[in-house]
């Protein structure tokens, strides 16, 4: 059974095509397949894809944004908490507010460059302030991000811990990206944004994001494993 982002999330037309859930598993899997191309270089198994299908249909969301011929040409996945293996990196009081994550975001092949992603990312900003997300946070490739910079244009920044940018290094991790990736492809960048006062008050405050009051250093590098 599809969770509530699914039943209350409605079809958004634009002039381009239309954002609307992803419902079936065949448009799923036609889509994430994007993550098997370079700079990605991530093995997907059929299981791999049938698995995280199912974390969004339990407690997530994913979008498709779909031309008016019915072809998907990008999606962007949302989840509705912070992840168990990210809360390290944030304030042990981070349960207090309400966050959503952006646990992928890709474009076909044939469709990048004419703002797909800029697109999903603005409309998942607006879906947040309709819906009291205190804030927004996603993970992204340190090395060769394709949507960094539309994150950053979206008004994204670093997550910070004690002063200093965090990375995630995935290198030792079930869930690396290869065996054949650079070193530097391995580790992970937090962005994120506030939505609401709170989230940005609370975000402030703890030190996980610079503003206003914070004592922040930029671009120290602090790697977790």
């Given at each position: 059974?599809?969770?509530?982002?699914?039943?209350?999330?409605?079809?958004?037309?634009?002039?381009?095509?239309?954002?609307?859930?992803?419902?079936?598993?065949?448009?799923?899997?036609?889509?994430?397949?994007?993550?098997?191309?370079?700079?990605?270089?991530?093995?997907?198994?059929?299981?791999?894809?049938?698995?995280?299908?199912?974390?969004?249909?339990?407690?997530?969301?994913?979008?498709?944004?779909?031309?008016?011929?019915?072809?998907?040409?990008?999606?962007?996945?949302?989840?509705?908490?912070?992840?168990?293996?990210?809360?390290?990196?944030?304030?042990?009081?981070?349960?207090?507010?309400?966050?959503?994550?952006?646990?992928?975001?890709?474009?076909?092949?044939k469709f990048r460059g004419h703002g797909i992603a800029t697109v999903l990312i603005d409309v998942v900003n607006s879906y947040a302030a309709s819906n009291d997300i205190d804030f927004i946070y996603c993970r992204i490739n340190h090395k060769d991000s394709m949507s960094e910079a539309i994150f950053r244009k979206n008004g994204y920044t670093d997550l910070y811990q004690?002063?200093?940018?965090?990375?995630?290094?995935?290198?030792?991790?079930?869930?690396?990206?290869?065996?054949?990736?650079?070193?530097?492809?391995?580790?992970?960048?937090?962005?994120?944004?506030?939505?609401?006062?709170?989230?940005?008050?609370?975000?402030?405050?703890?030190?996980?994001?610079?503003?206003?009051?914070?004592?922040?250093?930029?671009?120290?590098?602090?790697?977790?494993?």
């Amino acid at each position: 059974m599809m969770n509530e982002l699914y039943k209350t999330m409605k079809p958004i037309y634009l002039e381009e095509g239309v954002i609307k859930p992803i419902v079936e598993f065949e448009e799923f899997s036609d889509i994430i397949e994007v993550f098997t191309e370079p700079p990605y270089g991530e093995p997907l198994t059929l299981e791999d894809k049938q698995e995280e299908f199912a974390g969004y249909v339990n407690h997530g969301l994913a979008l498709g944004y779909y031309n008016y011929e019915g072809e998907i040409m990008g999606y962007i996945g949302l989840m509705d908490e912070v992840e168990d293996e990210h809360k390290e990196y944030f304030d042990k009081n981070i349960d207090l507010i309400k966050p959503l994550y952006v646990y992928g975001v890709a474009t076909k092949s044939k469709f990048r460059g004419h703002g797909i992603a800029t697109v999903l990312i603005d409309v998942v900003n607006s879906y947040a302030a309709s819906n009291d997300i205190d804030f927004i946070y996603c993970r992204i490739n340190h090395k060769d991000s394709m949507s960094e910079a539309i994150f950053r244009k979206n008004g994204y920044t670093d997550l910070y811990q004690d002063g200093e940018v965090v990375f995630q290094d995935i290198s030792d991790q079930a869930f690396r990206i290869s065996e054949k990736t650079d070193p530097e492809g391995n580790l992970k960048r937090f962005l994120l944004t506030s939505i609401t006062e709170k989230g940005e008050e609370f975000l402030t405050l703890t030190g996980s994001m610079a503003g206003k009051g914070s004592q922040i250093e930029e671009e120290k590098v602090f790697v977790l494993k």
